[in-house]
Structures are given as C-alpha cells and as structure tokens.
C-alpha cells in the first residue's frame, strides 16, 4: 500500500468557511502519519498545490459567495471521483449565509462607504477581486455532492472514522455520538 | 392610521382579560381578540396578558408566534390574505393578487407605508367551491374577479368601516347539490337526545356500534371504539381510583371543526345549515361516554360562523336541550363552548387540537397515551370530526340497523364531498359509500378530466385509469375533499402548491417534517425555475422516504404524497421540466452576480460565470 501510484489521492479546499474543518482534521493527530501511508494530497492548504488534478476524493469545506468559489467548486467536481461537504457552511451555507438576509447593497454601503476603507469611501473593483453572490449557497446548490460531513466542525474522530470507512471501501456511517452536538 | 399606543393599551386590554378569566387555557382565545382590535399582538399586552395568566412572558410569546393569524408585528389597518389553494390559483388568484397589489401601490407581505394596507396569501380558506377566495381581517370574500378588486379597493382607500360594506362581498353559500340519508332530511332539535335517553346509554352505543359507523376526518377509526374507550377509561380510573386533577372524573366531548385540508369545506355547510345536527350528535356522545362539558373547535378561518353558532347554542339551552338535567334526565348536564383556532392546519390533528384548546401551541403529543384516555387538561377526551357527529344524531334518532344498510361492508353510511375545481357544479355531494369517481364527475359535470386530487394533499392524487375506483375505506378513504383537474392542467403545479403548503405548515416540533418541507419546497421551486435534473426527483423520492418513515404526526408523514403520486403516475409531467438530465445548479448562477455588477461597475470576465 505504501506504492505511491496505489495510494488515495486527496484534495481539500475551504471556500466560504474559516478553516476550522481544516483545523479539525489536524485533530486526527498522530493518526495522520498512518493516513500518509494510504492517501497522498493533491491540492490542498497543507501542499499549497493552486489547482486540482484527478483525484479520487475531494473534500469541500465552506459555501458558495462569490464566482471565484464556483470556479474552485468546479474543478473540485471535475477532477474528483467523490466529492464531500465538510462542516456546516458548505452543507447549508453555515455563519457565512448569515448575510443572506441583509441586502448586498446595505453590506457595501456599510464596509465601505459609511467606514471607509484604505482606498476611501468608495466599493473596490479590481477584478482581481471575487465578485459576491446576492446570497451565500450551500455548495450541494452548485455542484453534485457525494458525502454530507456534519458539524461545525466535525470532530478529528468523526473525520478519522468517515475517511478510514471511505478508504476501506466501506458506506461511511457515523454513530449517533459523533452527530450529537450539544 | 395611527396603529395602537401603548396608553391606550390598558383600555383595551382589561375587558378581554375580564371576559376571559384566568384560566391559561384561555391564552389564545385572549390572543386573538388582542389581534382583533390591534390588529397585531403589541409587546406590552404580552406582558400584561403574562403577568394576568400567571405564565411567563415566553409562553405567551411562544402561542402568538406559532398561529399564523396572530402577528407580533403590525399588519394593515385592512389585512387580505388570498386563499392559496391550487383551486383558486387555477382560478386566478395570483393574477388577482398581484392586480390588487399594483392598483394599492403595494407590495406582497408588506404593509402600505401608511398602515391602512396588507396584503398577503394564507393557506386553503375553504371556500373552494366559490373561489377566488379570502380573508379580510378574517372575514371571508368570495368569487373574487377585478371588479370586486376595484370596489374592495376604493372602501379601502376610502377607510370604510368593514360593517359597512356592500354584504354580498361576504356572501357565502353552501352549494349543497346532492343530498342523501344526512341532508336530506332537516334535523327536529332533540329528537336524537330524546330516543337516546330512552334507550339508555348502553343502549344507545350498541345502536352506534351496530352502525358501524367510522370517523369522517379522514382516519376511519371505529367511533363506537372511541366512546367506549373513553367511557371504559373512566370507570377503571374510578375503580382504582387514580384520578389527579383533584379527583376530578370529568370527561370531555371536542368537536373537531378545524377543517384545514385543503379543498375541504364540508364542515362548513354543516355549522351553517346543520349546526343542529352537529350539536346533537355531540350530546347524544356526552350522554354515552357521560361528559359534562364539549367543545367546538372552529377554525379561524370559519369565525364568520360563531355568531350564528352561539345563537344555536342559546337556542338549545333555551329548549333545554343543553344545560342541567337534559330533556328532565335528572343528572345528564351537558354544555358546548366554542373555541376559535387561529390559522394552524397542524391542529386538525387531534391531540395537537386538544394542545391548542388548552391555549398553548398546536403541536402534536405523543401517543400514546391517546386522547380517549389522556385527553384535554390529562381528562379522557373523545374526539370526533363535524360529520361524525351529524351522523351520530341521525345513528341516534334512527338506529344502527338503519345506517349500516348503506355503503358498503366496511363503510356505512354516506359521505359528504367538498367538490371543486374543473367541474361545472361546485359543491357538496352527499353519497353513499362505494360511489365511483367517475360517477361523482359525471355528476358534477367534468369535462376531460384528467386526475382528482382525493382527500386533499395529504391524501391521493389518482389519474384517468384510476376513474372506476371507489370512494370507501376499503379502496379511496378520503375526509371529503374531491378536487378535480381537466387535461389542460399543469399537474406539476399541483404538487408545487402542495408542497408549499406542507413547508408553511409543518409545526416545527420534529426534524423530519420542519427541515422535510422546506427542502421538498427547494427541490420544487428548483425544478419549477428549470433548474431541475434527474438527481432531484431521485431527492425527491429519498426525502420521500425520510418524511414518510420518520415523522412525529400524520402531517409530516403524509407531507411527500403529493411528490410521490405525482412523480409515480404522472412522470411526464415532472420530467418535461427537467432541463437536464445530469446535476443542474439550483439557481442561475450568472443572474446572481448581478447585484454585485451594478455595484462594482464591472463587466469583466471574472464578473461573469
């Protein structure tokens, strides 16, 4: 298993998110140098790879707020043979969609022209800039997703266990304490 | 106009909470007359009403969010709710909706900017059979066209009084078209009570056991079961003397008139022309499980009813047909209260109404224990639907015999139908049980149909082939709505509304159901925007499945019929809309840049997806 053309290849990606999925898996711990053995990482923020090649699992944290999201959310579909929503914002939109009640007009008007910002009260348009949606989107309303991973974040363990069934060709299936939040 | 101050507020507010006592159970009932005069429940009368029950202020906030009539923000000064049902959309209603809107200088759910105006929908009113249909400050309109738009439009805008307008805007009528063994025949006050009493009460629920006689609503359940459950519940309680409530033996009668399912309006034209019958039926059950005390649940909906109600009422009391010593039956006392519900389809369900006549939200207990044996305020309760007490009167008066020789073996009787939609003749239709579908539209005049909706969203949807089926619990159980769909319908629109429906009216109270229907709403809408694939319907059916297997009450369980019948015997009708076959995005997802365009000022390539 240790031939690196047998191994797993895995991307990972946070989009509208903060990482905390990202930081979770760490949690794995030292299971993370057995996972080596089995999966090697395409892009990921961990290899710093800029874009996605075929790969056998992509897993997506965090949802849909602006065009630049929907590109990466693409290539990630495109190129992975299973996609996974990881933590709440990418299977509902999560803290990010908070936004969605308040107009996209009001949010501009209130980060940069009432505050102002570096380059004076005036909204950025450089396109180098990701463009917002008028709301954020789970990303299972712009791609087909495979596997929903819940919690905010998913516990190290329920990572471990979800990836370690998907490695051993088996339907991940979380116990009832690893979706028990509170 | 000037919306309710706060000083104003105690003025308001001390008669309604001395008309109502201290009772919590009382909550909603001082709930809605707050909305009635207010218009809106203010924050203040909250903490009056709080502080008067003796609750806590959450309680009283908790009831007034749940009902979709009571609102804790101010509607208009006039608030018109159009009936939303697929018979007064297929009748134009949106269209109407959005004509009123523009000729007020309005938009849809937002009160005019002077607060004389609102406009929203509401769910099914039960006025199928003369629709377009709704509800000004929750007075019924009915067979609304443009011209009665522009005239409900000028009285608005003139702040004319709502008493004085032109009555026939109000106008409801009972398009009663065939009658049978229970409207066929007008009801004698008291001659169901007397022939009780004299055969006795055991007498009397053999006579009901003997008819066979199973409840309207919808479920079937034998009613003569019922009653003796409840009767039993009692006498073992006495036995082994476990009662609570302060040793209390008491019982209850609740009649169930929150007649919610869309497209039916039977239990309408019973209170209004039967209101004797009903009643009746109601005390001969009270005689039988031995209860004191029964209560109307009218659906706010119907309020326009109660005056008319309290006045029957008054009228029996006064014949001695309900009060102390019934007819000279020394120790039979028996009296009905009307409840008013507030806009909340989940409180057809039983236990859930019995919730709400206890003033707290409308949310379905678990049973069991049913409500023949834990029932309102712990008490065994027998709940019964409007019909099943009518033909309880009728059981009473002319024995069980009588009545099980109609129908057929497993349904007596007749049933009543609520018929609406491509038909010639709305209306009700009383048959026997075993009556066919297909001779139902022959009689009401169908031309081509082509599916009927039976026993509405929460029941069937059957297509043409199905046509020789027939109405009884052996084959096509339904609580008697019967909406009928011609060869140029979009069948797809049905299930639209249907599923829009269930969304607005899931309680909340379970996941399955509360997060069941809005995504069975999102799929819907995603593929009504033509945005849908294969891999929705296949959701779809998933969902289905969840809802089904997985809900807390009926609601949520039968939530996924209308998708599901809809997808099985109608394929085509979904699979026209698909726009592909592989995953679709759920919205446009260039159009939702736009915004941020305008407000950027840019039209790069990056800018467009």
Wanted: aromatic content about 8%.
């Amino acid at each position: 298993m240790s031939d690196p053309k047998l191994k797993v290849r895995v991307a990972t990606c946070s989009l509208a998110g903060c990482f905390g999925c990202h930081m979770s898996f760490l949690d794995i711990d030292e299971r993370l140098l057995g996972l080596l053995e089995l999966i090697e990482f395409d892009r990921t923020p961990l290899t710093d790879i800029k874009h996605c090649g075929p790969c056998d699992v992509g897993i997506v944290e965090g949802g849909v707020c602006n065009a630049e999201n929907v590109h990466v959310l693409k290539e990630f579909r495109k190129n992975c043979k299973v996609l996974v929503a990881i933590g709440a914002c990418a299977i509902t939109g999560g803290i990010p969609a908070m936004r969605n009640n308040i107009d996209l007009w009001d949010c501009f008007q209130e980060v940069y022209q009432y505050e102002g910002g570096l380059e004076g009260h005036q909204v950025p348009n450089d396109p180098e800039l990701p463009l917002p949606f008028d709301k954020v989107h789970p990303i299972n309303e712009v791609v087909k997703v495979d596997y929903f991973l819940p919690g905010c974040p998913p516990s190290g363990d329920a990572i471990w266990r979800f990836l370690t069934d998907l490695l051993n060709g088996r339907e991940p299936k979380l116990d009832y304490e690893m979706l028990h939040y509170d | 106009m000037q919306q309710t101050d706060s000083p104003d507020l105690p003025r308001i507010m001390v008669p309604i909470l001395a008309r109502h006592g201290s009772d919590s159970a009382q909550l909603l009932q001082i709930l809605r007359d707050v909305q009635d005069v207010c218009h809106f429940v203010p924050a203040d009368a909250i903490d009056q009403i709080a502080a008067h029950l003796g609750v806590s202020r959450v309680t009283v906030e908790g009831v007034a969010g749940f009902y979709s009539f009571l609102s804790t923000q101010p509607v208009g000064q006039y608030h018109l709710l159009f009936s939303n049902n697929i018979t007064d959309q297929m009748l134009g209603k949106d269209e109407l909706l959005q004509y009123l809107c523009n000729k007020l200088w309005l938009e849809r759910s937002r009160v005019s900017e002077d607060g004389l105006v609102s406009v929203d929908n509401t769910s099914c009113t039960g006025m199928c059979d003369q629709g377009p249909a709704a509800l000004i400050n929750g007075w019924p309109l009915t067979n609304l066209d443009q011209n009665r738009l522009d005239l409900i439009a000028e009285l608005i805008r003139s702040q004319k009084p709502l008493a004085d307008w032109p009555p026939m805007l109000f106008e409801v009528v009972d398009n009663i078209r065939r009658t049978d063994a229970l409207l066929g025949e007008a009801c004698v006050p008291g001659a169901a009570i007397k022939q009780a009493l004299a055969r006795g009460a055991k007498e009397t629920l053999s006579e009901m056991d003997k008819s066979n006689l199973r409840g309207r609503g919808g479920a079937g359940f034998k009613t003569a079961s019922k009653w003796s459950f409840c009767h039993a519940a009692i006498a073992e309680e006495e036995g082994s003397v476990i009662c609570d409530i302060g040793g209390n033996p008491e019982r209850f009668i609740v009649c169930n008139a929150d007649e919610g399912e869309p497209g039916t309006f039977k239990d309408r034209v019973l209170l209004n022309s039967y209101a004797d019958m009903v009643f009746e039926g109601m005390t001969v059950g009270a005689y039988v499980v031995g209860a004191s005390k029964g209560f109307l649940y009218l659906r706010g909906e119907y309020r326009y009813l109660l005056k008319n109600l309290e006045a029957v009422l008054k009228r029996r009391r006064e014949a001695g047909l309900l009060g102390d010593n019934i007819l000279g039956q020394t120790g039979f006392s028996f009296d009905i209260e009307v409840h008013l519900g507030a806009g909340a389809y989940i409180c057809g369900e039983e236990s859930a109404l019995i919730e709400s006549l206890e003033g707290k939200p409308g949310r379905p207990r678990n049973r069991p224990p049913f409500p023949v044996t834990h029932g309102y305020k712990g008490r065994p309760t027998v709940v019964d639907n409007v019909e099943t007490f009518a033909c309880s009167a009728r059981i009473a008066e002319k024995g069980g015999a009588w009545f099980a020789a109609m129908g057929t073996a497993q349904s007596t009787g007749t049933k009543l139908l609520s018929i609406s939609g491509d038909i010639a003749r709305p209306g009700i239709y009383e048959y026997p049980f075993g009556v066919t579908v297909r001779q139902i539209l022959d009689d009401a005049g169908a031309d081509e149909p082509f599916a009927v909706q039976i026993s509405g969203p929460s029941g069937t949807m059957i297509s043409w082939k199905e046509f020789d089926r027939k109405i009884a619990f052996e084959d096509l159980p339904t609580a008697g709505a019967f909406m009928v769909f011609n060869r140029k319908r979009d069948l797809f629109l049905t299930a639209h509304n249907f599923a829009h429906f269930f969304a607005h009216e899931s309680c909340g109270f379970c996941t399955p159901c509360r997060v069941g229907t809005q995504l069975q709403k999102k799929i819907m809408d995603k593929i009504s925007g033509g945005h849908g694939t294969i891999c929705d319907m296949e959701e779809l059916k998933r969902l289905g499945h969840i809802l089904k297997t997985m809900s807390h009450c009926g609601l949520g369980s039968s939530a996924a019929n209308p998708m599901l019948d809809a997808m099985e015997k109608f394929p085509d009708v979904f699979e026209r809309k698909l726009k592909a076959l592989a995953f679709e995005p759920a919205f446009d997802l260039d159009g939702a840049l736009e915004t941020a365009r305008k407000i950027t000022g840019r039209d790069d390539e990056w800018a467009h997806l």
